[in-house]
């Protein structure tokens, strides 16, 4: 597949230079651009994910008339957050 090439974005002096005081050795500021593109892309992809797998469990919820009130979920965390901290005093 050929490569195609994002358009140039205009910075402050200021951000460049903290990019390029960032880089790894060997790193281009390209490849930094590159890579921050990426993350970003796969951030927004899961967060759409994540949004859609909410609103079907909230459709379903409606369809099944079957809820669990946030105190019973919220209470269950409180449980499992309890006992995983105990646990973590046994073992200190």
């Not at 195609?4 to 910075?11: G, K, L, T």
């Not at 500021?29 to 921050?36: C, N, Q």
């Not at 593109?37 to 992809?45: A, K, L, T």
């Amino acid at each position: 597949m050929k490569t195609a090439a994002i358009p140039a974005v205009r910075v402050p002096p200021e951000l460049r230079q903290a990019a390029e005081e960032l880089l790894a050795d060997g790193e281009t500021l390209s490849g930094f651009v590159e890579d921050a593109v990426r993350r970003n892309v796969e951030y927004r992809r899961a967060q759409a994910a994540f949004v859609a797998r909410g609103l079907a469990s909230r459709d379903a919820a409606r369809a099944s008339g079957r809820y669990v009130t946030a105190a019973t979920v919220l209470g269950k965390l409180d449980r499992r957050l309890k006992n995983a901290r105990k646990k973590a005093a046994i073992v200190k």
